[in-house]
């Protein structure tokens, strides 16, 4: 069966320190990726996706970056944190169209 | 871009009430989902609905894909303590390639003792 790991599953980061957000993804071959980004309990909102390796689109311009070094594998970058990147982080798969699983999610703190 | 309206936003409730939420958008989906969060986690898909007119129910949870394809409501008998949470309605587009899920703002459920 399929499944999707990410994390840490909690970060505190200082201001001006790098990011770096794993997610994998077992049981699956050539998922689309997905990072979405969730402030204050909702709404969901689309960071970047990508149908491949090495193939990203970015959906908002960001302090942060995205790649995607092989199939299963989906990394949520940054060089310098800023305040406002504080919020929870959720990366996704899904094939054919058929929805979107989840992973558990990252809470990152900006301080 | 597409948009999904997703009511109510919030809804208090006593324990044992039924739930009902909804989505409209003046787009067409082939398909609808419904997805619960709790607090913390990730979104669970809760139900997905393939067809219009499609009626689906798990457990005390039954959505349905509107016949104009254009909404989609959930609803939840006997509401339980567990149900707190916030349910997210998504639409998928024929065609909509890989970002073409559209998701609603959430309904943020409460439930009062």
């Known amino acids: 069966s399929q499944t999707i790991h990410q994390w840490p599953a909690t970060l505190v980061q200082p201001v001006g320190s790098p990011l770096s957000l794993e997610c994998t993804v077992e049981?699956?071959?050539?998922?689309?990726l997905y990072w979405y980004r969730q402030a204050a309990g909702r709404g969901l909102q689309l960071l970047f996706y990508?149908?491949?390796?090495?193939?990203i689109s970015s959906e908002v311009p960001q302090n942060l970056s995205a790649s995607r070094p092989q199939d299963r594998q989906f990394i949520l970058s940054s060089k310098k944190l800023l305040l406002s990147d504080s919020g929870f982080y959720l990366c996704?798969?899904?094939?054919?169209?058929?929805?979107?699983?989840f992973g558990s999610g990252t809470r990152l703190t900006v301080v | 871009g597409q948009q999904l309206n997703q009511s109510p936003q919030s809804m208090f409730i006593q324990e044992g009430e039924d739930v009902s939420m909804n989505c409209t958008s003046s787009?067409?989906?082939?398909?609808w989902l419904w997805y619960k969060q709790d607090p913390g986690e990730g979104p669970v898909l809760l139900i997905a609905?393939?067809?219009?007119?499609e009626l689906t129910s798990n457990g005390r949870l039954t959505a349905q894909f509107g016949i104009t394809r254009k909404d989609s409501f959930l609803n939840i008998s006997a509401s339980i303590p567990s149900d707190v949470g916030i349910y997210f309605c998504?639409?998928?587009?024929?065609?909509?390639?890989?970002?073409?899920?559209?998701f609603g703002k959430g309904t943020h459920l409460i439930i009062q003792p």
């Open positions: 049981g699956t071959s050539n998922p689309n």
């Open positions: 787009s067409i989906f082939n398909t």
């Open positions: 998504a639409g998928l587009q024929l065609g909509g390639g890989a970002d073409g899920l559209t």
């Open positions: 996704a798969w899904s094939t054919s169209g058929y929805g979107y699983t």
């Open positions: 990508s149908v491949g390796i090495g193939q």
């Open positions: 609905l393939y067809k219009a007119g």
